[in-house]
C-alpha cells in the first residue's frame, strides 16, 4: 500500500511545482506588460526630441535678434514659441550665478570670477520632462590670468 500513497505525494509535489512555476510565468507575464506599457509611454514623450531640438535653434536665434530688433512682433511670436515648447515638458535650466555642474552644463571657457560658479551663459540649456535635451553652454569662474589656482 505505500505504493500508491508515494505515488500521490510525488504528484502532488509535481502539482505544487507546476503551480509554482504558472504562477511565475503569469507575475513574469504582468512585469512585461507594465514594462512595455513604461517604454511606449517614454517612446511618445520623447519621439519630439529631435523637432524640439531643431525649434530650440529657432528660438536661440529669434531671441539674439529680438536684442537687436525692439519689435513687439517678434516679442509676441517668441513667447508664443516659448508657450508650445513648454507645453511639451520643455523647460529652460536656469544656471546662470549657479556652481558648475556638468550634469547639466557644458564649460566652453574660464573666466575671472567666483571659483567653479557660472558667470556667463553662452546658449541656454533645456531640460524635457524633467532629462536633459540640450546642456548649457557656459563660461566658468576661475583665477584670474597670472595666478596659479592653489586648488590644482
Not at 500500500?1 to 503551480?19: G, N, T, V
Not at 511606449?40 to 536661440?60: D, H, P, T, Y
Not at 549657479?98 to 553662452?122: A, H, P, S
Not at 536633459?132 to 576661475?142: C, E, F, I
Request: net charge neutral; aromatic share 4%; glycine share 6%.
Amino acid at each position: 500500500m505505500k505504493k500508491p500513497d508515494s505515488k500521490i505525494k510525488k504528484l502532488e509535489e509535481q502539482i505544487a511545482d507546476l503551480e509554482n512555476k504558472w504562477k511565475r510565468a503569469l507575475a513574469d507575464y504582468d512585469n512585461l506588460i507594465k514594462r512595455i506599457e513604461r517604454e511606449k509611454s517614454e517612446f511618445i514623450e520623447f519621439a519630439n526630441a529631435g523637432l524640439i531640438l531643431k525649434l530650440l535653434e529657432v528660438l536661440q536665434n529669434l531671441d539674439k535678434a529680438e536684442k537687436h530688433i525692439k519689435d513687439q512682433g517678434l516679442t509676441i511670436a517668441i513667447e508664443h514659441l516659448k508657450k508650445i515648447i513648454k507645453e511639451e515638458g520643455v523647460e529652460e535650466i536656469k544656471v546662470l550665478g549657479n556652481n558648475f555642474d556638468t550634469r547639466l552644463m557644458e564649460c566652453i571657457e574660464r573666466v575671472e570670477g567666483k571659483e567653479n560658479q557660472v558667470i556667463e551663459v553662452v546658449n541656454k540649456g533645456y531640460l524635457m520632462h524633467g532629462r536633459v535635451l540640450r546642456p548649457a553652454q557656459v563660461k566658468v569662474g576661475g583665477p584670474a590670468k597670472g595666478e596659479v589656482n592653489k586648488n590644482e
